[in-house]
């Protein structure tokens, strides 16, 4: 029996059925409630031999007002027409519930030849579906346990993936597993106050936050993946499309605020347009991101698309298009049951890939990206080190400069990629003559240098000079036929008798520059000046 006004009494209802006004009720229909409306149910208890203890309950958590009108008394007794009532939802906190239970619960002992009915009063603030169960005291309690477990793992993991993502954004240096952690978290709360966990627990003396959080926090989860998603595309060309996320992430704030200050009823017309709207976006902008970047996008779209199929049953119940179901009533907690891990390795995804990022160009400042050889900061470090130890032992070490006369040839007969290729030929070249402990740079200025560790006496060095200048004019598999690499060497053997490294490379230099002009010749030794003599007086 539909009440427009919500006024009618027990009493006057119990008239009005009695009077034949009511109908037989559809648990599949969906109830027009909403706005002040009521609805009256009679209940046909079953029959029973004895005095039986069984409990009511209306499995739909977040139900406005759900009141039990129970006979006091059978007729033709004292009492008789009188009424028990138990009052349940969420007008009142849930501690004052008759059963402190995820969603409102009633304790009944039926009687044996009870002759007056039961009626049930429920009001909401959009239209549902009104279903209820009747179960023995022991089966009720065995699926409440069961229940409460799982909801209780569904905590631990989400507990977990916080400290997990927590202990990512130190050790990965990346703040936007703080952001999923906090997304997770929030969305998570909102999914135990979805429930009636939360209000059975973390809020069960607050009736008015038990009736507004599913609303709100659900709002700041939309919101919140909004910024997330943010997090994810702001480093893009597309710069209006991180503007466009955080206009939706402020719109589901300034709504958020609404419902704080107005409650449901004024803000409730604009809940599932914007949710609708945020899936789009949710899809569309993880579809974008898939295309640019594969390898991680495909697994924020699996995500946010198990969070869309998930979250669309309990919106179109909402808009009274689908009857209440498993699907409408935990679609949301399935489908957020595999975004939260499909999220949490797109993520990981994503911050290895920065990390090697970060690892590459690290290294390109300590490797001469052409060559694969060592760069010239690198260069510059090694021969101060070696000027140091040469304090301790004149005699140790030796260092040559390379030069690829002919490369302004070959790049002008070859072109530039043959060019590349030949620099890179000559840096293998100079790698090979190299032993365990050299090391072989390359100068900004294109010559390659090679430093030797050990004690090498002069011959040895010249050795090492014609070996390389032979490489150079053998032919490599590489390169085209009859070309051949004219190396030039300038080397310094110790002691060197210079102030730092660079003025080591400048005097190599001068030393390749006067081998310019001089077509025979191939391979020179430095002449250090000699130190100057005090003289006695």
């Known amino acids: 029996m539909l009440d427009p006004s919500g006024t009618l009494t027990v009493d006057q209802v119990h008239a009005r059925f009695e009077a034949g006004e009511g109908r037989v009720a559809n648990a599949g229909e969906i109830m027009p409630t909403g706005g002040g409306l009521a609805l009256w149910y ?55 519930w008759p059963v402190r239970h995820l969603h409102p619960a009633f304790e009944l002992l039926v009687q044996p030849h009870e002759s007056q009915p039961s009626y049930l009063r429920v009001m909401h603030n959009y239209p549902i579906n009104v279903y209820w169960t009747l179960s023995d005291a022991n089966g009720f309690h065995e699926q409440s346990k069961q229940w409460h477990l799982l909801l209780g793992v569904y905590i631990g993991l989400v507990l977990f993936i916080v400290l997990i993502s927590s202990l990512q954004a130190v050790s990965w240096r990346d703040p936007i597993h703080l952001w999923y952690a906090g997304y997770v978290l929030v969305m998570a709360v909102g999914q135990l106050s979805l429930t009636g966990l939360g209000g059975e627990y973390l809020w069960p003396d607050h009736a008015w936050w038990n009736d507004l959080a599913p609303a709100v926090l659900t709002l700041v989860a939309a919101a919140w ?69 594969p390898r991680v996008g495909v697994w924020v779209l699996a995500a946010m ?48 890939e920065r990390r090697d990022n970060r690892a590459r160009v690290g290294a390109l400042t300590r490797v001469d990206p052409l060559s694969g050889v060592a760069s010239h900061g690198v260069l510059l470090q090694r021969l101060e080190q070696l000027l140091l130890r040469q304090q301790r032992d004149p005699d140790l070490g030796a260092v040559l400069r390379i030069r690829l006369s002919n490369a302004n040839e070959i790049r002008q007969e070859y072109g530039m990629e ?61 390169l085209p036929p009859n070309m051949v690499l004219k190396l030039k060497l300038a080397v310094a053997e110790a002691p060197f ?11 190599l230099g001068r030393v390749l520059g006067e081998l310019a002009g001089r077509s025979g010749t191939a391979l020179r030794f430095v002449s250090w000046p000699r130190p100057r003599t005090g003289s006695l007086v």
């Open 225 to 293: 993946l909004h910024l997330l998603l943010r997090q994810l595309v702001v480093d893009r060309n597309m710069f209006w499309l991180p503007r466009g996320l955080l206009a939706m992430a402020a719109l589901g704030g300034a709504i958020v605020v609404d419902l704080l200050a107005l409650g449901r009823r004024p803000s409730y017309p604009l809940l599932a347009p914007y949710y609708l709207a945020s899936l789009a976006t949710y899809l569309g902008v993880a579809g974008w991101y898939a295309w640019r970047r």
């Open 42 to 96: 009679r209940l046909k208890l079953p029959a029973v031999s004895s005095p039986t203890p069984l409990v009511l309950t209306v499995p739909h958590a977040g139900m406005n007002s759900v009141d039990l009108y129970r006979p006091a008394a059978q007729a033709g007794s004292a009492g008789a027409g009188q009424w028990q009532l138990q009052r349940s939802g969420n007008q009142i906190p849930v501690a004052a």
């Open 418 to 478: 043959i060019a590349q290729n030949a620099v890179v030929h000559a840096g293998a070249c100079i790698t090979s003559v190299a032993h365990e402990g050299d090391t072989v740079g390359r100068h900004r200025d294109g010559d390659f240098v090679l430093i030797l560790q050990g004690h090498l006496t002069h011959q040895q060095l010249a050795d090492i000079g014609q070996r390389l200048i032979v490489r150079g004019l053998a032919e490599s598999p590489g």
């Open 305 to 352: 698309a198990c969070l869309v199929v998930g979250a669309i049953f309990p919106i179109l119940r909402t808009l009274s298009l689908l009857p209440l179901s498993l699907a409408t009533q935990y679609g949301e907690q399935i489908g957020a049951a595999f975004e939260i891990p499909l999220l949490l390795i797109a993520l990981y995804l994503r911050s290895r």
């Open 497 to 507: 008798r210079a102030s730092d490294a660079t003025f080591l490379l400048e005097s």
